[in-house]
């Protein structure tokens, strides 16, 4: 059969459809192309970007496999007594797995911490196929960012890195990597929050996707619509061990500072403050009498730290730091740690309801330090006496003063204060979440040491506006009939 066309008057060729037997003879039915929908064209233009930005950016992703020795140490038998040895130690070779991104020609490239830093040997596994090894420049396992280097260099094509700070709640993001060992993988999803902080690592600020992110894909980047890499994949939230729909990533912008120092100096250095901190909201703002439901409230000062040496103190409260507003607690991390230690920097505090500026000069953070190996001297142990219960009816306590055997009892680590030993199940306390064995050490700014001391600031305070309780040296609750 002959094919037809005809052309219309502005020269377009009409596409003739299949030929029909009508009475005997071929008639040609005539269709036209049909306009698309705009759904399909528009779920069609998005699938070209997601292609157009996997083709830029998976050149540059690597999958990385490591092998670790770890010593094992066998249970002693009875036969032992007829060797001189008690213990068989042999080795273990673990096989491991993880993700990266290239961010030089000279073969830098970008992970996690936690997926190289006990690695024997790294080989990075490029997707043009080459198998590669690497060594470690550097890792730090505070926030999970690890740099490895590697061995050749031909040909490497370095990621485009973009600006985390502008990503909104929303935005199409695709994550790349190994999910359980399957190499150079893409998913896709959105930013489904900003400033999440799971208690993963002591320095986390993270954005959350529902890309889906599994075992394997650590260290491996998430990527936005204009090909930028705007975070490095960390962590998952999930029951069954694979994808739940919320994964963890580190904010490019944030691993810089790590990636950098890595780099420059094989290391990561940090400043640090030396308290303990809890961020403000409203009931601590009315418990302090303060107009500020923002920043943060020191809870401890750390012996013989930068902030003890700068004069803060427990129950001051933080709106201001090196001319930035200080919002919350991972805020105020990431204010210090990135600037220069044994230098002076202006802090703002409000302390017993009036505003001062406070000079802070920086310590440079210990490589072990966390708030509890930083604690100065032992204190001494309090002597052993009699004390007596008392019932504080309007916050719906009973307690007493804190002796040696409260040590013992309840494990504590504060030194001074007033323990709680009874909560009435519907009083103020209770509310609170208070219970017995919780010590008392300050009401808002006021120390008390004794039930004596609590008493006398109980009754000058205002349990109608509420009040603030420093409770295990940790944190302030606030309490309110």
Known sequence: MKQYSMMNKFGATLALGAALLVGGAYVM???????????????????????????????SVVSIRTTSTHQLTQRATPFDKFFEQQKYPREQRRQGQGSGFIISDTGLVVTNSHVVQDADKIVAHLNDGRQIEATIAGFDPRSDVAVIQLTETDNLKPARLGNSDDVQVGDWVLAMGSPFGLEMSVTAGIISAKGRGPGINDREDYLQTDAAINPGNSGGPLVNINGEIIGINAAISSRSGGYDGIGFTIPINMANFSIDQIVDHGTVKRAFLGVGIQSMNRALSNAFGTSTATGVLITKVQPGSPAEKSGLRQGDIITEFNGQKVTNERNLQGLVEVLRPEKAYPMIIERDGGKETIEVTLGEMPDNYSTASFEGDKPEEPAAEETKQEELTELGVEVQDLNEDFYEQFGLKVTSGIVITAVDPDGPAANAGLSPGMVISQVGSKEVKTVEELKDVLKNA????????????????????
Do not use: M, Y
């Open 462 to 481: 205002n349990l109608e506006k509420g009040i603030a309780l420093l409770i295990n040296g940790s944190r302030f609750v606030p309490i309110k009939k």
């Open 29 to 59: 039915a005539q269709k036209e192309t049909e306009p698309q929908p705009a759904s399909i064209a528009t779920a069609r233009e998005l699938s070209s970007v997601f292609r157009d930005v996997t083709n830029e950016v998976l050149p």
